[in-house]
C-alpha cells in the first residue's frame, strides 16, 4: 500500500471522507442549536435529547406503527416539531424574558427527565434499526470503501442545512425573523405576529435535530445516552462557528469533523478533547468565534 | 412489686443470654447483603437492578432465614464511579452491618470497593466485572469472583481462532482499565499461540463513531479484527464495521459480548460472530427454569452476572448454614471446601485466590432464519472447561 513518512495514505484519504461524514451531522445539530440561539437567544439544553428522541421515534414507528425509514425521515422531525412547539408555548416562553440561565436550566431538566424516562423504559443497551434495503451495501472508491447510508448522510444534511441557511438568509420570511428578533416591538407594528414566529423557529430548531437522530439510528445503536453524549461537542462546535451564526454553525460543524477525524487517525486517545481545546484557542484569539460578529 | 421487678429482669436476662448465645452464630442477628451495582446507566442491563432480583430471589428460594435469622438485602446505585461505590460500602458497613457485597460491575469501582471490604474483613461476591485483577494483583481473602473474566475470555474466543489459522489481529480497544486488561491478556494468548498482533488503536470509552478505526483496522490488513471493549461501544464498533466493508474482508471477534448487546444488534451483522459467555439462559432444562422465573419477575432475560449473582448467593448462604456462623474468615473457608453445583456453576469449584472455576460456553451468533423467539441468540458450539478456560492460580494469592 502506499505510504509516506509511514502514514498509510489509502487510510489518511478515507479518514478526510469520513470526517467529512460525521462533520455533517455535526452540522445539522449546531445549526439547531443556532438558530434558536442566534434568531431567539434560547440555549436549548435538550436539543441532544430531541436528537435521541428523534431516533427513537423512529425506531417507535417502525416497530410498533410498520412506519418504514423514509415515511419516518418526514412524520418523526414534524412530531419532534410539535412536541417542541408545545414546550416553547408552555414551558419556555413563561420564562423568556428572565436571564438566559433559566432557560439552559430548564431545558436541561427537560432532557434529564426525558433520557431518565427512556432508560427507565427501554433499559441502556440500546436497540437494533436496520440500514434502510435500498441504501445498504456501499461503493468501492480508489482509497476507501464508502457505505452508500454515509454517503446518503453527507448529501442529505449538506441539502438540509444549505436550504435552511438559504431560507434564513436569502429570502423574505428569513427577513422577518431576523427582523422581529431584532426589534420584536417595530415588527408587531408591522402587523407580524412575532410569538407565532418564535414558537415556529423553535419548533423547526429542534425538528433539526429530530431529523439528525432518524439519520443516526440505523449508524449507532438507538439508546438513550446518545444525545447527551454528542450535545457537549455540538455545543463546543456553535461556539467555535460563533455563537447565532447560522452558516458558521454549518462549516465549522464539517471543519470540526475533518479535525476529529484526522485525530483519530493520529493519535486516537485526544480525539474527544481536540474539538474542546480549538474551542479555547479559538476564544482567546477570536472571542466571538470563527464566524460570529464582534459585539 | 419487688418479686415482680425481679422476675421481668430475670426474664430479661435469660432472654438476653439465649439471643447472645445465638449471636455467636450471627453478628448483630441478620445475615445482610449488599447489591452495588450500576442502576441507570450504560451497564444497567447486565447487572443493575436485574441483581438485586437475582439475589433476592436467590434468598426466597434459601428460605429467607440462615441459622433462625432473617436475611436482608439492601442496594445501591454506584453510579459507575468508584468513589461514589466505596462511600457507599463503607457506609454500609459501619451503619447498617453489611456482611457482604454482591453485585459489582466496573472494574474501576469493584477495585475500590473491594479495597474497602478487605479492610473491614468482609466478603466481596463479585458478579459482573471483567478484570482479572481481583485475583491477581488486587487479590484478597475477602474476594469471590464468579461469573467470569478477561483471561477465560481471551482463553475461550481467541486461541481457537489463532489454532484455526487466523494469525494476524489488530485490536480495537477501549480506551480504559478494562480494555487495557483485555487486550494485553488476549495479546498474550495469541503470541503464545503462534499469532502475531499487527497493531492496536485505542478509542475512548463512549465512543459513537467508529468508522475511523475501523478504517485503520481496514488498511492494517489483519485476518482478525478483536474489539475490546463492551456494552454500547462493542455494538457501535460492530456496526461500523459491517457498514464499510470490514466483516467481510476480516473476521471481527467481540472478546466480551453480553446477552443485551448481542440482542441489540441486527442479525444481518452479527451472525456467525463467536464469543465467550459464562451463561446462556437457553443452554438446558435447569437454566431454562431459571430464567424463566428470572424474567417473569424482571422482564428481560438473565445476563450472565445476573445468573451468577444467584449462584454465588446461593453458594454463600450455604456456607454460613454450614459453618454455622456468618463471620467472613469461617465462610470463606466453608465456600472454598464446598464445590457449588447448580443451574449456572457446571464442574464448577472455588479456588483459594477467590476465583470461583467453571465451564463456559464458546457461543456464536445465530442469524435471522434460524431464531425461534426474540431470546434465542446464540448456538452454543462448545463448552470450555473451566481448567483451560482460566489462567492458573498465582501462589501469591493462595489464601487458604
Not at chain 2, 244 to 253: C, I, M, R, S
Request: negative net charge; charged residues 15%.
Amino acid at each position: 500500500m502506499a505510504t509516506i513518512f509511514g502514514i498509510n495514505l489509502f487510510a489518511l484519504s478515507g479518514q478526510l471522507l469520513v470526517g467529512l461524514i460525521n462533520g455533517s451531522f455535526y452540522a445539522l445539530l449546531s445549526l439547531g442549536l443556532a438558530i434558536i440561539f442566534g434568531l431567539l437567544k434560547i440555549i436549548n439544553f435538550a436539543q441532544g435529547a430531541m436528537y435521541m428522541l428523534g431516533a427513537f421515534f423512529a425506531w417507535m414507528a417502525l416497530n410498533y406503527m410498520g412506519i418504514n425509514y423514509w415515511a419516518a425521515l418526514i412524520v418523526v422531525p414534524i412530531a419532534i416539531g410539535i412536541i417542541a412547539i408545545l414546550i416553547e408555548r408552555f414551558l419556555v416562553r413563561p420564562i423568556a424574558n428572565e436571564d438566559h440561565l433559566y432557560s439552559l436550566l430548564l431545558t436541561f431538566g427537560i432532557a434529564l427527565v426525558l433520557q431518565g424516562m427512556f432508560t427507565h423504559i427501554y433499559g441502556s443497551s440500546g436497540l437494533p434499526y436496520q440500514i434502510p434495503a435500498e441504501l445498504k451495501g456501499g461503493t468501492k472508491l480508489p482509497f476507501m470503501y464508502l457505505p452508500n447510508y454515509r454517503a446518503w448522510i453527507i448529501v442529505s444534511s449538506l441539502i438540509v442545512c444549505g436550504s435552511t441557511w438559504w431560507v434564513i438568509e436569502k429570502t423574505k420570511l428569513g427577513a422577518y425573523l431576523r427582523a422581529g428578533t431584532e426589534n420584536p416591538q417595530l415588527m408587531q407594528g408591522f402587523g407580524i405576529n412575532v410569538p407565532l414566529i418564535t414558537t415556529l423557529t423553535f419548533g423547526f430548531g429542534v425538528a433539526l435535530a429530530g431529523f439528525a437522530g432518524v439519520l443516526a439510528a440505523p449508524v449507532y445503536s438507538v439508546s438513550p445516552e446518545m444525545g447527551s453524549n454528542i450535545l457537549i461537542v455540538v455545543f463546543a462546535i456553535v461556539v467555535i462557528g460563533g455563537m447565532g451564526s447560522i452558516g458558521g454553525a454549518i462549516l465549522t460543524g464539517l471543519l470540526m469533523g475533518v479535525v476529529e477525524g484526522l485525530t483519530k487517525f493520529f493519535y486516537p486517545e485526544a480525539s474527544t478533547t481536540v474539538i474542546f481545546l480549538f474551542m479555547v484557542i479559538v476564544l482567546l484569539i477570536k472571542p466571538a468565534g470563527l464566524f460570529g460578529k464582534e459585539a | 412489686m419487688k418479686i415482680m421487678k425481679k422476675t421481668v429482669l430475670a426474664a430479661a436476662m435469660s432472654l438476653a443470654a439465649a439471643t447472645g448465645a445465638q449471636a455467636a452464630g450471627v453478628s448483630d442477628d441478620v445475615v445482610k447483603i449488599g447489591v452495588l451495582a450500576d442502576m441507570g446507566g450504560v451497564y444497567a442491563d447486565i447487572c443493575g437492578p436485574g441483581c438485586v432480583t437475582a439475589v433476592e430471589m436467590a434468598v426466597e428460594d434459601f428460605g429467607g432465614t440462615v441459622l433462625g435469622k432473617p436475611i436482608e438485602i439492601v442496594s445501591a446505585d454506584d453510579q459507575n464511579k468508584p468513589d461514589v461505590g466505596s462511600a457507599k460500602v463503607r457506609q454500609w458497613i459501619e451503619d447498617e452491618k453489611v456482611d457482604a457485597v454482591n453485585g459489582l460491575v466496573a472494574s474501576s469501582v469493584t477495585g475500590a470497593v473491594t479495597k474497602v471490604l478487605t479492610d473491614a474483613k468482609k466478603i466481596a461476591l463479585i458478579s459482573t466485572s471483567a478484570s482479572h485483577a481481583f485475583t491477581t494483583k488486587a487479590c484478597s481473602p475477602y474476594n469471590v469472583h464468579w461469573t467470569y473474566n478477561v483471561a477465560a475470555l481471551a482463553n475461550g474466543t481467541v486461541k481457537p481462532m489463532v489454532d484455526a489459522g487466523k494469525k494476524k489481529w489488530f485490536f480495537i480497544t477501549a480506551d480504559y482499565a478494562f480494555g487495557h486488561a483485555l487486550e494485553g491478556i488476549a495479546s498474550k494468548v495469541i503470541e503464545t499461540s503462534g499469532g502475531e498482533v499487527v497493531g492496536a488503536v485505542r478509542a475512548p470509552l463512549g465512543t459513537t463513531d467508529f468508522s475511523s478505526y475501523v478504517l485503520q483496522a481496514q488498511a492494517s490488513g489483519a485476518d482478525v479484527v478483536g474489539l475490546a471493549n463492551a456494552g454500547a461501544d462493542f455494538v457501535n464498533a460492530l456496526k461500523t464495521s459491517a457498514e464499510f466493508g470490514l466483516t467481510e474482508t476480516a473476521d471481527v471477534a467481540g472478546l466480551l459480548v453480553f446477552t443485551h448487546n448481542a440482542k441489540a444488534l441486527d442479525p444481518a451483522i452479527a451472525a456467525g460472530m463467536k464469543a465467550t459467555t459464562g451463561f446462556y439462559w437457553d443452554m438446558d432444562d435447569q437454566t431454562r427454569e431459571w430464567s424463566a422465573r428470572f424474567k417473569e419477575r424482571h422482564g428481560s432475560i438473565p445476563a450472565m452476572g445476573q445468573a451468577g449473582a444467584y449462584s454465588m448467593t446461593m453458594h454463600y448462604l450455604n456456607a454460613i448454614k454450614a459453618a454455622g456462623t456468618d463471620d467472613a474468615d469461617a465462610v470463606m473457608k466453608q465456600m472454598k471446601q464446598t464445590k457449588p453445583n447448580d443451574f449456572f456453576a457446571r464442574n464448577a469449584y472455588l479456588r483459594n485466590d477467590g476465583r470461583m472455576v467453571h465451564d463456559m460456553l464458546l457461543v456464536s451468533i445465530k442469524d435471522a432464519a434460524s431464531r425461534k423467539s426474540d431470546d434465542d441468540i446464540y448456538n452454543i458450539e462448545a463448552t470450555i472447561p473451566g481448567d483451560v478456560a482460566f489462567n492458573p492460580m498465582l501462589p501469591a494469592c493462595d489464601f487458604k
